[in-house]
């Protein structure tokens, strides 16, 4: 049980996190690069800065999560729940999103321009779209 656990900045890459309880866990600028979080509970965690390039989130719950600014550049996603996370600046290029479940995500302009929806499916259901920073 990693409820509300401090890993700012842990190097975490490949670990196997399957199931894991990572509720309001702060893993802020952490490199969980090739992880396993698959089925994990990361609700309400802080992932700001965060790597997960390459990362596997299947069936992960994100609700509520602060990812901005965290790169899922090849993750697998699948089936995650990334409903009312905030999601500015994320980068999801090449990320597997089939099923994936964005409602009342909070998502900048530059962050849906990377979404390239590898597979099929992804819900975005009152996803709030903000202009990015430096546009304001």
Request: proline letters at 0%.
């Amino acid at each position: 049980n990693l409820t509300k656990a401090v890993l700012f900045g842990a190097g975490l890459r490949d670990a196997d996190l399957y199931r894991a309880d990572l509720y309001q866990a702060n893993l802020k600028e952490a490199n969980l690069r090739h992880a396993s979080l698959r089925f994990a509970d990361l609700t309400e965690a802080k992932l700001t800065g965060a790597t997960l390039s390459f990362a596997h989130l299947t069936c992960a719950h994100l609700v509520g999560a602060d990812l901005s600014g965290v790169s899922f550049k090849g993750t697998n996603l699948t089936g995650a729940n990334l409903s009312r996370s905030d999601l500015r600046g994320a980068n999801f290029t090449d990320a597997n999103l089939t099923d994936t479940l964005f409602e009342g995500a909070l998502i900048s302009v530059s962050t849906f321009h990377t979404i390239s929806a590898v597979g099929s499916g992804a819900i975005f259901r009152n996803v709030h779209v903000e202009q990015d920073y430096a546009q304001k």
